[in-house]
């Protein structure tokens, strides 16, 4: 099962505690005081509807974003094994190196901006993200896990003064609540299939440099007993750096094909 397909089955799922406010929560609030306005009848309407989608599309935003994050939190040991990124890494010297992201495409077409000229491929491989030197693992959560700001409410003045105005105030608030949900739901889709396509394209690299289609970086790693001086001394310091980039080998005699 690819990784997207399991951790979207996680979002079947929803959990309660402390979290920001609910929409029924938003629709019963109601600000201190009272205040009174010059605004025309028209005028207050269209200013009260802006100001309601707006507050619950942030405030939806918010609430699930929270519901995600929450949800992933439980499940994060399973999704952890699923994305094992140490496995991928190439470790030197006590060092961390992400190998390069590949990306393919089978049955590429590429016509060209002329319209006189086209071309086709069985397979269409790129390096779409160069080898690099971590302090630290990837991790899913970098990927998927987003923070939102809470909802700021509006104006005292723009709160329903009657029945009439509250009936319209609610269903103001559940247009922007859908439409604040149905986003962070969309952002955790695109987050979720850039998590996908980067751990799928070291997955790649590694299939491909087994079978030598494509080369390892050349990692150049330095050791001295000391260095330094002055104010700054390091004993037993390595020193590691890329060398030679990762590249495609386009030379079929040195593939190694199972």
Known sequence: MRPMVVVVVFLLACEAGAAPP????????????SVTDTLSEDMRRNAMRTAAVGYAARAGLTRRGWEIARILERFAPQIGRVFRFRDLMIH???FLVQPPVLAETRQAFRLDRSLDRAASAGRHLKIVAGERIL??????RD?????????????AVLFPRDAAERELWRGWLEEGWKE???????IFLDDLERLTGFFEG????????????????????????VSGGGDVMRIDEALVTISARASFVAIPDLWRLP
């Not at 609910?22 to 005081?33: D, S, W």
């Not at 302090?135 to 899913?140: I, K």
């Not at 990927?143 to 104006?155: D, I, T």
């Open 22 to 33: 609910t929409l029924e929560e938003l629709v019963a609030f109601a600000p201190a005081g």
């Open 92 to 94: 030197e010297g006590g």
């Open 135 to 140: 302090s630290g693992l990837p991790d899913w």
């Open 143 to 155: 990927f998927l896990v987003r923070h939102w700001a809470g909802a700021e409410a509006p104006a």
């Open 180 to 186: 604040g949900t149905d986003l962070a739901d969309m």
């Open 202 to 225: 070291l997955v790649l690299w590694h299939r491909l440099n087994r079978q030598r289609m494509v080369s390892a970086p050349v990692l150049s790693l330095q050791r001295s007993a």
